[in-house]
């Protein structure tokens, strides 16, 4: 392994491994923590006269031993899987990607993105490779589009989101996952100057979970970062939860550690002594961890119609931030494919009755609803639960990713400070899996960071490099392709890049800018009839009928 060493002005002596094309500076540790659920802080000292090792990756957070694995199966094609170390209280590190050509002392400074990892927020780590910064950031270099890459570890699971008002009462506060983040976002701005980058023009990058984080940073009363990008997801894909609904959760993992009879003080010490791993173990997958709306990190409960309204002041980041890019991939609830496959059997016949009942006051819409989505609209065929499945899922898409997509762009005030571009990944899974063929969740990971380009076809490579500068290019400040404006909701289509109209040319990407996307959503792949059934009850009762039948009403 070749290294380089760099004079930080602040930190002091850092050596860094050398890659092609980039220097990394891998495990930098930017918080600490003095327990696994206390409030972390940015790290603001370093050793003085010695030298901070940078070139391997740090701890992650405890996550299930299946993680990996199974994002893995989400993209349907592998990478090598990484040996992670987990650490509790070291886990809040950084990986920074830098051009080789940068020059740390030079007063032209380079723009950052940020990345947060998306996992449901329980899993994910800046060191699984497919997360690996290097290949994107050479390709930007050479195409005259350099800019400085920062990936970022943070508490996931209970350490990251588990909160009560046992918890905050003696002074546990909620969402450490959020506040981690933040912390990130701090010591970038205090410290990526020392490594060529621009303190000032720093961009946050989200997908799935990461990306409902991005979103709701835009909660912020303070400007926390200058740009935004969003993809395959959003704060509307997973509602934070109220105080309540944590109780439950709460008592949920009291319950299944075995706490439940002892005393508040003892219940908080067994909760940050208890061995990490063996906690991960006993939770099941039905406790689930989200974010709260605690009044300060995430100050109101997101919604539709709010987002959508440009008037509406609950968001300060529409205000404050230089630029959002938002869009979503046309099949991207394939992840809840492999989540949600216990609501299959029989989903034509329940799905239809918990549809009926959450539109019992508007049965017209109900059946509007199942008839667009195939569950009254065709006989029931031989494997129709597969077939409902997949209908039920193409209707999650759509409400959960596009009309979330439609609700921020139509929402984004043309009086703020910055512009919004939204795009539509509609590149296929190229490989053999059960939704080969649909542009999948994570799929849009996979060609943003070129991690898989030499395991894709010459068109999707193509595809793929397009796609990471368009990223590039608006992470610059630049112009990625026309924003949208209430006049012309533009939008980018990023594929198809596989099929008989390609085939036999030359290996060029498929793309297209369409000027009226809202007006002829077919034209960018998705579907009129979300935004129809949007205009007569709303995305948020939409919404909300989908997770009653997700709850078993």
């Known amino acids: 392994m070749s290294t380089v060493t760099i004079q930080h002005p602040s930190i002091g002596e850092i050596v860094g491994r050398e890659g092609d094309g980039v220097h990394q500076f891998l495990g930098v540790q930017y918080a600490t923590l003095e327990n696994r659920l206390a409030e972390s802080k940015v790290k603001t000292s370093y050793p003085s006269g010695g030298s901070v090792d940078a070139t391997r990756h740090g701890p992650s957070s405890f996550y299930p031993q299946t993680a990996f694995d199974n994002e893995m199966s989400f993209i349907q094609q592998t990478v090598p899987k990484p040996t992670v170390v987990h650490s509790d209280l070291e886990c809040l590190n950084l990986n920074i990607t830098v051009p080789k050509k940068t020059s740390t002392t030079s007063s032209k400074k380079l723009p950052v993105f940020i990345w947060i990892h998306g996992g449901g927020f329980i899993l994910g780590a800046n060191s699984w490779p497919h997360y690996d910064h290097a290949k994107l950031v050479k390709l930007a270099s050479e195409r005259g589009v350099p800019v400085i890459g920062v990936g970022i570890n943070f508490r996931l699971g209970f350490a990251g989101l588990l909160t009560s008002e046992e918890l905050r009462s003696k002074g546990y506060k909620a969402n450490n996952q959020l506040r981690d983040q933040r912390n990130a976002f701090d010591w970038v701005k205090q410290y990526i100057s020392g490594f060529g980058g621009d303190p000032d023009n720093v961009t946050v990058i989200g997908e799935s979970a990461g990306a409902v984080a991005t979103t709701l940073h835009l909660y912020s009363e303070e400007k926390v970062y200058n ?219 996979a060609f943003l960071f070129q991690n898989y380009n030499d395991k894709l076809g010459p068109e999707q490579k193509a595809a793929a490099e397009g796609f990471g500068l368009d990223f590039m290019k608006f992470v610059s400040g630049q112009d990625p392709w026309q924003n949208s404006t209430a006049a012309h909701r533009t939008a980018k289509v990023f594929g198809p890049s596989l099929g008989p109209s390609n085939k036999g040319t030359e290996a060029v990407a498929v793309t297209k800018v369409v000027d009226n996307a809202e007006e002829s959503p077919e034209e960018t792949g998705r579907k009129t009839t979300i935004l129809e059934l949007g205009k007569e009850v709303g995305f948020d009762m939409i919404a909300q009928a989908m997770r009653n039948f997700q709850m078993g009403m």
Request: with cysteine.
């Open 227 to 445: 740009r935004a990008i969003a993809t395959g997801g959003s704060c509307l894909l997973v509602p934070p939860c109220g105080p309540d609904a944590y109780e439950r959760v709460y008592q949920q993992v009291l319950g299944v550690l075995g706490l439940d009879s002892l005393s508040a003080d003892e219940r908080v010490e067994k909760l940050l002594s208890m061995p990490a791993d063996e906690v991960i173990a006993k939770i099941p997958p039905f406790v689930q961890f989200v974010p709260m709306v605690d009044g300060d990190m995430v100050p109101v409960k997101p919604s539709y119609a709010a987002i959508a309204d440009p008037n509406d002041a609950s968001m300060p980041g529409k205000r404050w931030a230089d630029g959002l890019m938002i869009g979503d991939s046309q099949f991207d609830a394939s992840v809840f494919g492999f989540m949600l496959g216990f609501l299959k059997p029989n989903i034509r016949q329940t799905f239809s009755k918990s549809i009926r009942n959450s539109f019992s006051s508007k049965p017209q819409v109900a059946e509007t609803l199942l008839d667009s989505y195939g569950f009254t609209s065709s006989p029931a065929a031989e494997n129709d639960d597969d077939v409902s499945f997949m209908n039920f899922l193409q209707l999650a898409t759509d409400i959960g990713y596009y009309a979330a997509t439609t609700s921020f762009v139509r929402g984004w005030p043309e009086s703020g400070a910055g512009k919004c571009y939204t795009f539509c990944f509609n590149e296929p899974n190229p490989w053999p899996g059960p939704f080969q063929g649909k542009a999948t969740h994570v799929l849009d990971v």
